[in-house]
């Protein structure tokens, strides 16, 4: 099945600062999905990006498909943006694919 | 629009015991997911119905776990009897699944399970 590897794993920053989460994936896709997992454990949706660039606030992300990555930029980062966040894949017919999720703290 | 909803939040349960948890998805989703999240990973896909036919359910644990959506609409999943290794997040999901168009999925809260 699609492989997907998150980096990096653990993330420190200092409100204010800016930040990039990067997602490799096996296989083509036709989802991708970008989340934020809360610390009350709800998972957020984020973006839906198969392919092409989105911008939502601080937060805008990028797939390029045909290399089989996706980036997603926080810039001024807020304590609130502390959590999980996970990139999910889904090639053809096939499941859901989580990766292991990158852990962002932000401290004041 | 009313997001995926379920209950309970919280369930702590003894070994042996069953449990059960239900979904409402998002109003006109066809396909619905169940998910399991043990600490410190991802979700893991258990079962996908579409409407209310099984779509995959090659992860479920049929042994014990079971799941069901009645008229296409809500869901239950049940464990029964509940193991140690059971303690862990059970998320809903629900989609759209038009081809060429959208395939994004809408997470419920989750029910956390603890099984002592």
């Known amino acids: 099945g699609i492989q997907v590897e998150q980096s990096p794993p653990d993330l420190i920053l200092q409100e204010g600062a800016n930040s990039t989460l990067r997602c490799n994936f096996s296989?083509?896709?036709?989802?991708l999905q970008w989340f934020h997992q809360n610390p009350w454990g709800q998972l957020i949706n984020l973006f839906y990006?198969?392919?092409g660039t989105k911008q939502n606030g601080r937060l805008s992300a990028t797939t390029v498909a045909t290399e089989r990555y996706s980036l997603l930029y926080i810039s001024s980062s807020q304590t609130t943006d502390s959590g999980v966040y996970f990139c999910?894949?889904?090639?053809?017919?096939?499941?859901?694919?989580f990766g292991k999720g990158t852990k962002l703290t932000v401290n004041p | 629009e009313a997001g995926v909803a379920q209950s309970p939040r919280y369930k702590i349960i003894e070994k042996r015991q069953s449990v059960a948890f239900w979904c409402n998805p998002i109003?006109?989703?066809?396909?619905l997911y169940w998910y399991q999240q043990i600490l410190g990973q991802g979700p893991k896909l258990l079962i996908q119905?579409?409407?209310?036919?099984?779509?995959?359910d090659s992860q479920l644990p049929k042994d014990r776990f079971s799941a069901e959506r009645l008229k296409g609409v809500d869901s239950t999943l049940k464990i029964q009897p509940a193991k140690l290794e059971d303690s862990a997040v059970y998320l809903c999901?629900?989609?759209?699944?038009?081809?060429?168009?959208?395939?994004?999925?809408?997470f419920g809260p989750g029910t956390r399970l603890t099984v002592t």
């Open positions: 999901a629900s989609s759209l699944d038009i081809p060429r168009y959208s395939y994004e999925q809408y």
């Open positions: 296989d083509s896709v036709n989802n």
């Open positions: 990006i198969p392919s």
């Open positions: 999910a894949v889904q090639g053809g017919s096939e499941k859901l694919v």
């Open positions: 109003s006109g989703h066809a396909t």
């Open positions: 119905f579409q409407n209310n036919g099984v779509v995959d």
